[in-house]
């Protein structure tokens, strides 16, 4: 019955590499987020997507491209892996529809980029 | 540009104690506050969410108060247990319509036995 879920949890790999997380929600929210969480463990958003629509694009490079099948997914892909990507990735969603404020965060995908 | 600090960053009380975690916003025009725990290696948990018009929310033995104006919130947390051993952190969204959550660093609670 897990709300948010994120595959994988752990992710080491090298540089240079393209890798995929994903992210499913069943929830029934129509917004769903990425954030990146650093070393410093600042937490910052990355992207959002309401209803398969982009809404937000933080001035992440472009080597990030989320992509969102359906309202309930919303996969990250990453290309040319850096060092600087090393990070725990989270992934949230919303019911903006339902009126709802809270978002509601998944486990987290611990990259690390050798 | 909104920044959000919480103070301490980390903080270890014995069990029972009772303790205020701080968080305060540089600009005041927020349309909410929400509290979150963050337990190692899992992701984060809301906690309390403060709309901007309301003083404060209550969930069991935590309470969260926002006082806009100054920009600052805290979570007082009483009788502290060993379960609450985590990372606490304060967030703000900007505006109604914005879905933007700046976050804090956090507070690192340790609560001893």
């Known amino acids: 019955d897990t709300a948010v879920s994120q595959t994988p949890k752990y992710l080491v790999t090298q540089m240079g590499n393209d890798k995929s997380i994903k992210c499913e929600q069943n929830?029934?929210?129509?917004?769903m987020y990425w954030y990146k969480q650093d070393s410093k463990k600042f937490l910052k958003i990355m992207f959002s997507?309401?209803?398969?629509?982009?809404?937000i694009n933080e001035t992440v490079p472009n080597r990030f491209s989320p992509k969102s099948p359906d309202k309930a997914h919303l996969n990250l892909h990453i290309n040319s892996l850096e060092l600087g990507d090393s990070a725990v990735y989270f992934c949230?969603?919303?019911?903006?529809?339902?009126?709802?404020?809270?978002?509601?965060f998944g486990p987290g995908t611990r990259l690390t980029v050798l | 540009k909104q920044e959000v600090t919480q103070i301490p960053a980390a903080l270890s009380v014995p069990e029972g104690e009772n303790l205020v975690l701080n968080c305060s916003f540089t600009?005041?025009?927020?349309?909410?506050l929400q509290w979150f725990r963050q337990d190692p290696g899992k992701g984060l948990t809301s906690l309390l969410l403060?709309?901007?018009?309301?003083r404060e929310q209550t969930s069991g033995r935590l309470n969260a108060s926002l006082d806009k104006s100054s920009g600052r919130s805290t979570l007082y947390i009483a009788a502290s247990q060993p379960g609450d051993s985590a990372t606490y952190l304060c967030?703000?969204?900007?505006?109604?319509?914005?879905?933007?959550?700046?976050f804090g660093k956090g507070t690192k609670l340790t609560v001893n036995p």
């Open positions: 600009d005041s025009a927020i349309y909410n």
């Open positions: 403060i709309q901007s018009s309301q």
């Open positions: 949230a969603s919303r019911d903006i529809a339902g009126g709802y404020n809270e978002q509601f």
């Open positions: 997507y309401n209803n398969k629509e982009l809404i």
């Open positions: 967030a703000v969204r900007l505006w109604y319509g914005s879905e933007k959550l700046v």
């Open positions: 929830l029934g929210h129509d917004t």
